[in-house]
């Protein structure tokens, strides 16, 4: 049996404060008009309630000046509770630009994490649904205090939610599609994962837990100096790392080399610019558009190259799709890795990576 | 309101056959106005991914063929003329008519659904269908060889069979109330003072019509600038 | 204004003689179960759907407590996870489609609608038996569904886990919500074609019952959005059975068009299940406190408004769905638009309290019910309906008691009421005064002991559909199921006590309530074409002040506390101090 809860949960973000305010606006303002209401009734039922000695009633048939002020009044506070509550959504849906970055994936019935710099961790789930390498690298989200963080969301099945009531927030996380979803949090401690869209029949054990520690905290697990999880994490490599690994790999570097010859454009400094498409048009390279690409090449076309990608779905995990964007987003002038460069392994990496001979996946 | 003063088909319920036939009608009104909003949400979802898939749409509907579909039109449009011809003639009290033009418009609806059934026969033979599996021949051939996703001509073609198969549904039921109507007809139930059952079973009968005057365009026609071999 | 100059001097004639009882009236003029399983009348068809949907409403019930029961433990008491998520799910579905939206419809609604206005039937009786046949048979369907290994996807059915991961019978499940849908489809259009074409003279629509308007708004929603649902669930069952389909995110299909098709009906399905109930309360209320409603046409265009307004806001179920900023926008506005005729309602309510002269039988105990938890369930709506508290309270506990205090507290309340109301008029027989009291205040309290607790859980974020969760909440939950077996409790005496009011109770009235409608004219229980003689309406509804049905004739005494003293009924009805020369008062 445990203690009562608080009275107020704990707000461990700036969104938490500011779904508190409007939450408890809104209690008082239909409080005191519920209770006027509950008052109202009480009072002509016991005042009015019929005797020996009650006469007949009167012919009232209503007041169209009261029909107005209680349409009138109503619809400006409920118009009220819209207009704060459409604010703060506003805020919840904005997350700002330098916010750090974190990919989180569902599935039946667990939470993945991946850092763009830093591990990939299992921050919730199930334990009976994972294989034994997951059931040992099972940690937390841990995230910096003070410090707004995005979180891309996809899921590899069904639709879930996260959910994480000390932040007073939650997306639904669907298959397909990123979502995304922000924080800035600002208690250290740590905080209930819930999902929050009825998934299956371990939808209520896909739970996990945030951990918000302090700044120094976070970098040394960033680092890997600290690991904060429960048992040594077997990967041990940025993301965008892990990406060029698969670039390699999985031969894109062929057409997608540094060569003003090449049969695929140069993929430096392409996140964010817009790319004009075969058959007129333009499109943002987001992180949609670049899966898009790999997964449906034929979808968009870059304007001025041949339709000759072949398309990698079905060959490549979630995980490894956002491996390949993170690396994709992050090539700068002059890092297109060398069409015959070797892979070399990453810091603290498992050693044994098989080499492809030159065969692309695809059709 | 003794026995002898009303007419046989006045319902015991109804004051007068005014009062019946108004009911009836506002009744078979208010039922199309369900199935305008049945068929609306598959209007709907096929323009929400037609608006997102353009090209993919628009090829895959290339296949399909228009010859057929406009056999049909022609079919159904003459169906609706019978059976307004055949209101005229319950109205008029003529029943040998009304049963020709019934009859005519059951022939002309069943022959709708015979060339249905040809046109579906040489769908699955030229495996113009959405599964994963059974999706083949020259709709994917064609559309892998213009660079498209095959996975969203498959979605137009969910649509294809759903939408046809669903209007075919409820034409067949068309068909089943008009030979009743025969029946009726037939057992001497349609006086001219009840003439409305025919009018109302109409009123279904052009509903049926109109859906596939929208469905056929949409479906058939939307892949009309691309031109094939066959 | 005075009376005497709007009816232009009519007198109202004397109380009329108690009709002679009737017989035969409409249950004992054919006996035998085929009499019953072929008949027209659209009073036995109102029975039917009685006995059918308090069987499913145990059902529904017996799932509730297999819920309640294993949440006791925060791992689960009871069952397994998989036999929780059939449980939830099967209470959804049998009290949502095979309960709440016949109830008030097609119970209530078929016995009363044409007594209300003055008709011998429905405009298509035929058609209101064959609605039955195939409510039964949706019914069935999805019961097998259920008893035969379950349905484990919850009432909302979303995609892909409902096409693809389910392991249930999912399709056997939603082939007997499709089916029942044209029974609630055919009922709709009985009831607006009835409404529109078959009011006897006099009964202008201004005339109308409430109850018959808040049913003439239920009906359209019946009527319109039912086919979406219908070809939704077709859409879907033809991707599970198929495997291709046009939710597959793998084909370029999106899940959340099943949403947006899902919620296009369900949501203005709830106002379905309310708007009954509310036409209910304003029955009861008038007559119990002997008063004219207040605002007459502001209640009326309030049930049209909540009818068409309720078909613009369903997205508002998916504000965390992945929709865009600004349909949320949208329908975080509209929704708030649709709370004002709800408000709108419950302040005529209140209003029509004032200065009447009130009691306290189980029917005006019912209504005063629903009204108090009515106002809870859409006060909290509108937390769900505020964009930036939604994010939080989406998909827990929060939404869970929210719409149990509508549906159960509001609507289930509502029905209560109703047959309470109507039970002497339908079965020719009073129940036990005392007992229903008890029963209703029991069924109140426990309510509030349910689902108060289920608010305080769902703020602090529980989810919803959870048999395992997080230790802290536990101490609610308990308290929750603790309420729910003082709830359960408190249904199980109607059903005693109404079964056993029809052999043992007193024989009713006419108009034992004295109450204004067309309804209560003809004998209890009624004779099978309801009235002897064409009614002629010569007033509006509630009339209670004035002291005379539509018809124009006087009331009969109202039970309660005696009126011995009262001037009016020394002085007879055209005196002095009599009715007939009341003026209307204006207030406000």
Redesign the interface.
Known sequence: ?????PFI?TMASTFAV??EI??WY?TIV?GI??LA??A??LY??VR????????????????T???I???VL??FL??S??G???????H??HPPADAMEVFVIGK?WMWKAQYSTGHRVIIGGNPRNMNEVERQSIGRLVLPVNRPVKITLTSE???H?F?V??F?????V????Y?TVWYHPTRIGEY?I????????????M?GKIAVVGEQEFDEFLYGIQPLQGTENPVDGSLAQEGRQLFLKLQCVTCHSANAVAKAPVLEGLYGTRVPLKGGGAEVADEAYILESIL?P??K?VSGWE?IMPSYEGQITADDQAALVAYIRSMKRGTTPDVTAQFPAPNGAPTERPKQPASPGGK | MSASTHSPVLKHHFEDLGQQHASERLGMWMFLATEVLFFAGLFGAYTTYRLWYPAEFEAASSHLNVLYASINTALLVTSSLTMTFAIRAAKLGNRGELIRYLLATAALGTAFMVVKGFEYAEDFREHILPGAGSFGGEIKADAEARGLDTGKVRLFLCFYYIMTGIHGVHLVIGIGVVLWLVQQSYTGKIPPDNYSTVEVVSLYWHLVDAIWLFLMPLLYLAGASIKHSH | MSIAVIHGGLAASPPPPEPEPATPNYLNNNYGIWSWLTTVDHKRIGILYLISISIFFIGGGIAAGVVRTNLLSSTGAIVTEDAYNRAFTAHGVLMLFFFLIPAVPAVLGNFLIPMMIGAKDLAFPKLNLASWYVFIAGAACSTWAILAGGIDTGWTLYPPYSTRASQANVVPGILGVFISGFSSIMTGLNIMVTVHKMRCPGMTWGRLPLFVWSLYGTSLIQLLGTPVIAVTLILMGTERISGVGIFDPSIGGDPLLFQHLFWFYSHPAVYIMILPGMGVVSEVLTCFSRKNIFGYHAVAWSSMGIAVVGFMLWAHHMFVAGISFYSALLFSFLSMLVAVPSAIKVFNWTATLYRGSITFQAPMLFALGFVVLFVIGGLTGLFLATLGTDIHLHDTYFVVAHFHFVMVGGMVMGYFAGLHFWWPKMTGRMYSDWWSRVAASIIIVGFFLTFIPQFILGYHGMPRRSPNYAPEFQIYNVMSTAGASILGLGYLLPACYLSLSLFFGDRATANPWSATGLEWVSASPPTVFNFEFTPVVVCGPYEYAIGVDQLGRGLPEPPGPGSADDPASRDGPTGPAGPMKKETEVVG
């Open positions: 049996m445990s203690s009562l809860l949960p500011k779904f409007l939450f809104i239909t008009a519920g209401v509950y109202g009734m002509f039922c009015y309630r019929r005797s020996a000695t009650s006469g007949s009633t009167p012919r009232i048939l209503g007041s000046r009261l029909e002020a209680w349409t109503p619809m409920f118009f509770f819209f704060w509550g459409a604010v703060v959504f506003n919840a849906a039946q099945d069904v639709i939610d959910g009531p000390a007073r927030s939650k997306i639904d669907l298959p397909g599609r979502t209930h819930y999902c929050d869209q009825y998934c299956g029949t371990w939808h209520s054990l739970v449906k034929r979808a076309i339709p």
